[in-house]
């Protein structure tokens, strides 16, 4: 997002570290909830564990190529300082629009609609239960940290717990029982690795957002691959792993049709006791992600207002509080709405994931092609963890890229077309005064 003053970083970190960060950042409560659409397009179980091991690999060479743009450009910046420096303020801009109306705020409703999910096993609220109870859990969390009554580190270092201790536990029950028979005789209606592998990589959202730490790590060079490697090499493990305890304990065709598939694995494991410890569990762990979410998302946008004239008000701090209560206000507005757009589609998560990856996937492709224009323009600049495989790696990525946008318009529904028509709106925002620095 848009900052004035570069951070300044220091190489601290370690190989551990980094890869407890990687960890920490990538595995989310998406994974509870994305195998069901990835059953759905897919036609067997082969498929369904080859398409989370492609999706590791992706993964990897796309924090390849994030590492080399951390390491030469630190900044707080991430992406935004990326797209500025090599294609302008307009499309930095731009970039800033479309994570503070659709990637952050639709990342804050398909949280809240994993926790709706997931709280309806234990509370029936009726067919439209999940979507109150992510808009109950929006509203509540913004209020709350508009009082400035934000969850502490060890709140949310237990939730972290938590949610590894879900994932372990759902891994354990689900590879310990007898396998269900009759996925052989399982069709969906169409096999479709593209939409499929929309969920796939979505789950391992946060590599982006992990590799920023290649200017922190001490001997940047070696320290850089082997985190990466082992960092997402344990992540795509555990993915592959819960994958194999889903399709052991319900059959592809159980994974497919339910709607909260660790709780229905525990429940056949477990029992209904099973069950709803399971819910709770990733119930709570989306509430902390929620929560985070909200946290990180208000303050970016609070960071555009700063920048742009149009968008002073979202620089309305509250010292007392010492919040941004105002961005955290119309981030919760925005959000709402989105509530609104998912209950209406009746697809909730999956409409939320739909309206974000077009976006996603463009500024991802655009950042993939600055590694390669940065190396061009720029040549003498230091680089001191380089993208292996030059200029291969970063062009697969791109190509990656650019398939996975086509997917996201081609083989998705109403929500991608939202998405699109928004970032559209921020087009001749665009061309709107700047504040000087």
Known sequence: MPQKIAAVVKPTLSTIDGIALIIGIVIGVGIFETPIFVAM????????????????????IGALCFAELGSAYPHTGGVYHYLERTFGSRLAFLFGWGRMTIIQSGSIVLLAFVFGDYVTRLIPLGSYGSSLYAGLAIVVLTSLNILGLTLGKWVQGFLSVAKILGLLLVIGAGLQVATVPGDIDYQPTTVNWGLAMIFVLFTYGGWNEA?????????????????????????????????????????????????????DLMQRTLGESGAALTSLIIAVSALGAINGTLITGARTNYALGEDFVFLRILSDWNPQHNVPVTALWIQGLICMILVGLATLTRKGFATMVEYTAPVFWFFMLLAGITVILLRQREPLCPRPFQVPFYPFTPIIFCLTCSYLLHASLAYTGVGALAGVAVLAIGLPLSFLPRTQA
């Open 41 to 60: 397009h897919l036609g067997s179980p082969l498929q369904v564990v080859l398409v989370w091991l492609l999706g590791g690999l992706l993964s990897f």
């Open 211 to 263: 590799a920023y730490i290649s200017a922190e790590l001490t001997n940047v060079q070696r320290t850089m691959p082997r985190t990466l490697l082992w960092g997402i090499g344990l992540i795509t493990a555990l993915y592959v792993l819960i994958n194999l305890a889903y399709l052991r304990g319900l059959g592809l065709d159980g994974v497919a049709q339910s709607s909260a598939v660790a709780a």
